[in-house]
């Protein structure tokens, strides 16, 4: 695929380059097109050697080739990181004084802007302005991650990581509509990972799950307008999505006391986490050791269904407008293949969606792709194909929008 990385004139413009690497190092084409700004943060041979592709600013480089026009004609994607107060500005006018903004212009293809700004600037009234145009063109702009800005500054405006970036220009490749603001003015829940549950200060029960389905839905969720509290278990590596507010809990019951909370007052909750079915009944005080305290069993408990318990609490009134989305990882046998399961768990959970993946070696857990069924409570079907986890999110949310009350 053609690549255009537009790189603004903000400090964040390092990040750029390991944008640039990330789509090359993937087999795509990259042009760089930074503004004379973002030039003083990093030069231009270095944009050159990371893309392979020559580097200019002006209209009037390369005349002959008519690059102001060509490059956007030609790209399959256009991005702009970091995304500044000021390139936006001149994007929503539709000037076309450089390179970069004449390349905007022209580009029919999916655009994606990602914002680096200090709060101020972010969430002045021009900026907001220049966003709902830019996004009523079309445009994608990105909801901008909170941290450190230059300086001691911390708040909203901070550049997303060059990985996230990279994760939702991806979908776009995959799926270019897979980002519509068809969730602002909701509050989605969303649990990822793993549980684990102690067997002593060392040891634990455990299982696969690397978060990173969850993790897709909220990021997918949060780029699509809703506010977005992820909670979070055994996610190892996993940088906290843009936009999200991320509650990090351990074992089962502290995910179930960490989704009651926060799903008063959800539109959804999408419950993709890997809860544990079970608990030792007893945890020891100091580490087991080797030798004749060795136990011969382990007793377990059971733990709460949390799914089953935000159905009930809906039954009961107590969460009367709350839609839910259950995941289901499942596996064949004799008695029935993966389907045959999960329509019989749809049944016995109650929810309103419920994707379900088979699971084995190389399959669901701990990859970065996925496939499954979508199964809904009024007994449609729907397949999910093959492809990032990004994507089998945004179909999840497709579906989920119309139940949302």
Not at 264 to 274: E, K, L, Q, R
Not at 286 to 304: F, H, W, Y
Request: proline share 5%; net charge negative.
């Amino acid at each position: 695929m053609r690549i255009v990385v537009g790189v603004g004139g903000g400090i964040a413009a390092y990040k750029a380059c390991s944008l640039v690497r990330k789509f090359t190092e993937t087999g795509h084409d990259v042009r760089v097109i930074p503004t004379e700004s973002a030039l003083q943060f990093v030069g231009k041979a270095t944009f050159e050697a990371l893309s392979g592709n020559r580097v200019d600013t002006g209209v009037f480089a390369d005349v002959p080739e008519v690059p102001h026009v060509r490059i956007g004609q030609a790209a399959d994607l256009v991005v702009i990181a970091p995304a500044t107060a000021d390139l936006m500005a001149r994007s929503a006018m539709g000037r076309a004084d450089d390179l970069l903004t004449a390349t905007l212009l022209t580009a029919r293809c999916p655009v994606l802007f990602a914002p680096a700004m200090h709060t101020e600037m972010w969430e002045h009234p021009a900026t907001v302005a220049n966003v709902a145009t830019l996004r009523s063109h079309g445009a994608i702009v990105m909801e901008p991650a909170s941290g450190r800005l230059t300086g001691a500054d911390t708040g909203p405006g901070r550049l997303p990581e060059p990985e996230e970036i990279f994760a939702l220009a991806s979908l776009l490749l995959e799926r270019a509509d897979a980002v519509p603001r068809d969730l602002e003015g909701r509050r989605l829940v969303v649990s990822a990972g793993g549980t684990r549950e102690p067997l002593d200060p060392v040891r634990f029960l455990g299982n696969r799950s690397s978060g990173k389905q969850g993790y897709a839905m909220a990021r997918v969720a949060a780029q699509r307008g809703a506010q977005v509290t992820l909670i979070a278990g055994n996610t190892v590596g996993l940088e906290p999505p843009a936009a999200v507010e991320v509650v990090q809990v351990t074992t089962a019951e502290q995910m179930g006391i960490a989704v009651d909370k926060h799903a008063v007052g959800a539109d959804a909750v999408i419950m993709a986490a890997a809860v544990a079915d079970f608990r030792p009944t007893n945890v020891a005080a100091a580490k087991i050791k080797k030798g004749a305290a060795e136990p011969d069993s382990i007793k377990l408990t059971k733990n709460r269904d949390i799914l089953a318990g935000l159905v009930q609490a809906r039954k009961d009134g107590r969460l009367p407008d709350l839609a839910i989305v259950g995941f289901a990882a499942e596996t064949g046998d004799e008695q029935g293949d993966v389907l045959t399961y999960a329509r019989a768990k749809l049944e016995r959970k109650g929810c309103d969606l419920l994707v379900v993946n088979a699971v084995g070696e190389g399959k669901a857990f701990e990859v970065d792709n996925n496939d499954g069924w979508l199964l809904g409570a009024d007994g449609t079907e729907q397949a999910l194909d093959h492809g990032s986890k990004a994507l089998l999110a945004s179909r999840v949310l497709d579906a989920l929008g119309p139940l949302l009350r």
